[in-house]
């Protein structure tokens, strides 16, 4: 995947964006058919026919998802992870739907030619299906995501049909699911045993059978998501989960080094960037004490 060019991004954001006046040349020709190559979820279901991977990160704010947008990414999910990454809860459950309201916004933003998909936290979509509907859709109206996704499988199927039917995009959610980390009892691995494994292939099905375009598989066997990636036309998404996924989802944060408390197995560190901003915090704080900041060039 090129990365986008810097014209691209500009254009689709301002053609994205709720807020401020649409500039004159988007309805040239040409500024259309750059803005029109935005990622959709049938790029998504495009890729899997094509065997090209799907790459995903987790953004939260606008510098960040930005870069990742910038860099190429297929996928931006504003994840409920943003409650333990960013707020420093100690699990997701108690992230909010205005703090997703709030953290998606600020990605789609940023955003030219990723696809947006947002988390619909814990207590949002469980209770009926008016509420997750409305939900649901206060994340694509007032968030500006394309698409949504939500945790569970046959338990959460009637939901998933029920917010697709108002055409929301939905993304399932199964394996290790973080919003049921109490009856999970802790992030453990999901479908190492035998009838664990046909339940969440059973899930899998029923996912995609009620209309969503894609699912997350997280923290299962490489083995059994290989299977259910081979049983679905949908595109999985694999955190944790192998290589045989047709995408993979890892957490921004996580890949730049900047979580410190835990690092699963299946995280790969890609970049020490709490190293960089430690020491470009020091070095700051260095020259104010020293005097040496501001210089004559930061000075009217
Ligand atoms: O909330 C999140 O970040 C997620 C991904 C890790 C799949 O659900």
Request: proline share 5%; charged share 20%.
């Given at each position: 995947?090129?990365?986008q060019?810097?014209?691209?991004?500009?254009?689709?954001?301002?053609?994205?964006?709720p807020?401020?006046?649409?500039?004159?040349?988007?309805?040239?020709?040409?500024?259309?058919?750059?803005?029109?190559?935005?990622?959709?979820v049938?790029?998504?279901g495009?890729?899997?026919g094509?065997?090209?991977?799907?790459?995903?990160?987790?953004?939260?704010?606008?510098?960040?998802?930005?870069?990742l947008?910038?860099?190429?990414?297929?996928?931006?999910?504003?994840?409920?992870?943003?409650?333990?990454?960013?707020?420093?809860?100690?699990?997701?459950?108690?992230?909010?739907?205005?703090?997703?309201?709030?953290?998606?916004?600020?990605?789609?933003?940023?955003?030219?030619?990723?696809?947006?998909v947002?988390?619909?936290?814990?207590?949002?979509?469980?209770?009926?299906?008016?509420?997750?509907?409305?939900?649901?859709?206060?994340?694509i109206?007032?968030?500006?995501?394309?698409?949504?996704?939500?945790?569970?499988?046959?338990?959460?199927?009637?939901?998933?049909?029920?917010?697709?039917?108002?055409?929301?995009?939905?993304?399932?959610h199964?394996?290790?699911?973080?919003?049921?980390i109490?009856?999970?009892?802790?992030y453990?691995?999901?479908?190492?045993?035998?009838?664990?494994?046909?339940q969440?292939?059973?899930?899998?099905?029923?996912?995609?059978?009620?209309?969503?375009?894609?699912?997350?598989?997280?923290?299962?066997?490489?083995?059994?998501?290989?299977?259910?990636?081979?049983?679905l036309?949908?595109?999985?998404?694999?955190?944790?989960a192998?290589?045989?996924?047709?995408?993979?989802?890892?957490?921004?944060?996580?890949?730049?080094?900047?979580?410190?408390?835990?690092?699963?197995?299946?995280v790969?560190?890609?970049?020490?960037?709490a190293?960089?901003?430690?020491?470009?915090?020091?070095?700051?704080?260095?020259e104010?004490?020293?005097?040496?900041?501001?210089?004559?060039?930061?000075?009217?």
């Amino acid at each position: 995947m090129q990365p986008q060019t810097t014209l691209t991004a500009v254009a689709g954001s301002v053609a994205r964006a709720p807020f401020g006046p649409l500039p004159e040349a988007l309805f040239s020709f040409d500024e259309v058919a750059v803005v029109n190559k935005a990622k959709t979820v049938l790029d998504m279901g495009r890729m899997k026919g094509q065997g090209e991977k799907i790459a995903v990160l987790t953004a939260y704010d606008y510098p960040l998802a930005r870069l990742l947008d910038l860099a190429g990414i297929d996928m931006v999910l504003v994840g409920d992870s943003v409650g333990p990454v960013v707020a420093g809860y100690d699990n997701t459950l108690p992230v909010t739907m205005d703090e997703m309201v709030y953290h998606t916004r600020a990605v789609v933003r940023g955003c030219a030619q990723a696809l947006v998909v947002a988390d619909l936290p814990f207590l949002s979509y469980q209770v009926d299906l008016a509420e997750a509907r409305r939900n649901a859709g206060r994340l694509i109206k007032e968030g500006g995501a394309q698409a949504v996704k939500l945790e569970g499988g046959e338990n959460v199927a009637a939901t998933i049909r029920a917010i697709v039917a108002m055409d929301v995009p939905v993304v399932g959610h199964i394996g290790l699911t973080p919003q049921s980390i109490h009856r999970m009892g802790g992030y453990k691995v999901q479908g190492k045993q035998e009838t664990q494994a046909r339940q969440l292939l059973a899930d899998a099905r029923a996912v995609e059978a009620a209309g969503a375009f894609a699912i997350v598989l997280e923290g299962i066997p490489a083995a059994l998501a290989a299977e259910i990636t081979a049983a679905l036309t949908i595109p999985t998404i694999g955190i944790g989960a192998g290589v045989h996924c047709d995408g993979q989802v890892l957490v921004l944060h996580d890949i730049l080094g900047l979580c410190e408390k835990y690092s699963p197995k299946f995280v790969k560190r890609y970049a020490d960037a709490a190293a960089l901003i430690s020491g470009a915090a020091a070095d700051y704080i260095r020259e104010v004490k020293a005097g040496t900041f501001p210089g004559e060039e930061h000075s009217f």
